[in-house]
């Protein structure tokens, strides 16, 4: 059975406690003694974090794939006496992926001289750690080109690794904390698979053991450790495959663990254990381009497209048959942005620019903001505060009102666009502008 991890999930939690006895018939003492080390352990637990994630920001939109952060209750305010710069590294080559962090060291991407890297500093001091290189140019279509042909794809770390996919649908597995490349995978070589057009742009989703990644013209299951592709599943001959750009997420729905993998055609539900194809649904997208990670939602998904407008798939399981219908459809056409998801409403800024609400059970769209912001904007939601860093390096604290648009604070970060997805790791902002790296803390 598939676990969704949270940080916050103790199931898996060791404590090394060799020194504890609990009978408590063989000296006076011991039930107060061994009562005293049961509340310690307990309290070592509630202060641990899993060994598989060990943070809030380890992948693509964070450990719940959703755009959420937990934890306390976020500020009002993002000014400058609130959101305090922390450190910012040297001049960095151009990126796309957002930071992540395994809660010590923070891990970013850049491609430079013909070179992708990733890099690793520490979330507390700013200092380089380690960096590591490999080939891995390549030119995008003329039509994305002003927009950069830079590394894509957000990388995940979790038990002490970094799983990564450069632009030439090349998956690489790093040592986190010393950056030594453990085992890699060169898809359009070990299975003759077309070199996609836009590369690697579908970011890896991470389990307790596994990695999953939408390369080589199909979606894979890999073991962490050994680099083991376990099976392949939604292939064909390349295609509109070739460039897949959504990133999967784990959801759990009648029962069943599955994971929803967007491809540049259809909607899926694929079973973790086995890759079978448990349903599928058409998704209509200009040139293919479904772009957002699709947000599950009750008993279905919400999705939106370029040209493809809104829509929300209702997935049923009746006498052990799954299906996937179309519960309803508007014509706003979500493009880069992931929805975030509050009180039964998403939120998600739309290909015209435009800030927009609408009601997942209806498809209602309660608002449309008249204010423009830039061609992407990356969310991050707690509670019913929304941080959403948009293309120009403007953030935005976002209260999330079905009613109307609603911005407590904004704040012009350091110079530079960002096509980066936002990260949060506690009360620390993670912002990958597109030539550096900052790190803010939110003090009150």
């Known amino acids: 059975m598939l676990k969704k991890v949270h940080p916050n999930n103790l199931g898996s939690v060791a404590i090394d406690e060799p020194h504890v006895d609990f009978d408590i018939t063989s000296h006076p003492h011991k039930p107060f003694r061994s009562a005293i080390r049961i509340a310690l352990i307990l309290i070592l637990m509630g202060l641990t974090t899993d060994p598989t994630h060990g943070a809030d920001w380890n992948q693509w939109r964070g450990s719940l794939r959703d755009g959420s952060q937990t934890g306390d209750s976020w500020p009002t305010s993002i000014g400058e006496a609130s959101l305090v710069p922390k450190w910012s590294s040297e001049k960095l080559g151009a990126s796309y992926s957002g930071p992540i962090t395994d809660g010590k060291l923070i891990f970013t991407t850049e491609s430079a001289k013909g070179k992708e890297s990733v890099l690793a500093y520490g979330l507390e001091d700013g200092k ?217 409403k998403a939120y998600l800024h739309l290909r015209n620019n435009r800030f927009a609400c609408f009601d997942l059970e209806t498809g209602k769209e309660e608002w449309v903001s008249r204010k423009s912001f830039g061609k992407y904007m990356s969310l991050v939601i707690n509670g019913g505060k929304i941080l959403a860093l948009d293309q120009k390096g403007i953030l935005y604290l976002i209260q999330a009102d079905p009613k109307k648009l609603k911005i407590l604070s904004e704040r012009r970060l350091p110079k530079g666009e960002s096509w980066a997805h936002l990260g949060v790791e506690g009360r620390t902002l993670l912002v990958r502008s597109l030539n550096q790296l900052h790190v803010f803390d939110w003090r009150n």
């Open 128 to 344: 380089l750690k380690w960096k590591q290189n490999w080939a891995g140019e390549m030119k995008v279509p003329f039509f994305a080109a002003r927009n950069g042909s830079w590394i894509r794809s957000t990388p995940a770390v979790a038990n002490g690794r970094i799983f990564v996919g450069g632009m030439r649908d090349h998956l690489l597995c790093l040592d986190a904390n010393s950056g030594e490349i453990e085992w890699e995978i060169d898809f359009p070589k070990k299975f003759k698979a077309p070199l996609p057009t836009f590369g690697f742009a579908s970011s890896p989703l991470v389990d307790e053991k596994h990695v999953y990644v939408q390369a080589g013209a199909s979606f894979n299951k890999i073991d962490q450790e050994t680099g083991t592709i376990i099976w392949r599943a939604l292939g064909d001959k390349g295609g509109m495959w070739g460039s897949a750009f959504s990133s999967p997420v784990f959801l759990k729905m009648n029962g069943q663990d599955q994971i929803v993998v967007l491809t540049r055609s259809d909607l899926n539900g694929i079973n973790p254990e086995d890759g079978k194809n448990l349903w599928k649904i058409p998704i209509k997208a200009y040139r293919g381009m479904n772009i957002l990670t699709p947000l599950p939602y009750k008993n279905g998904i919400y999705t939106s497209a370029y040209r493809g407008g809104s829509s929300f798939i209702h997935v049923d399981k009746k006498q052990n048959e799954w299906s996937a219908t179309l519960k309803w459809k508007n014509k706003s056409q979500g493009y880069m942005c992931s929805p975030v998801q509050y009180g039964g």
